[in-house]
């Protein structure tokens, strides 16, 4: 029998930033950067933010293309109208 990848009720979902990985990783590649106290929250919700905009356009690609399955492609395409998107 396969696993599900679904998450199951009885498990528990963490409902909190990781803000010490953040602050860490912020720290590694911008040590001289100065974030206000809750500075590493608003980066965690760019990223969220980023990653249903991805998510959104990968499956309107998909649905072009008459595919069940969102692939690599649908991504990567997905990426790039996002990114010029926000440059222009």
Not at 31 to 38: A, D, V
Request: positive net charge; proline residues 2%.
């Amino acid at each position: 029998m396969a696993f599900s990848t679904t998450v199951t009720r009885r498990q528990k979902i963490k409902r909190k930033a990781p803000r010490g990985f953040l602050k860490r990783a912020l720290k590694r590649q911008k040590p001289h950067l100065r974030l206000e106290t809750n500075g590493d929250l608003l980066v965690h919700l760019n990223c969220l933010l980023f990653v249903h905009r991805l998510a959104e356009e990968s499956r309107v690609n998909a649905c072009e293309n008459k595919c069940g399955i969102i692939k690599k492609e649908h991504v990567l395409a997905a990426a790039k109208v996002i990114l010029k998107k926000s440059r222009g």
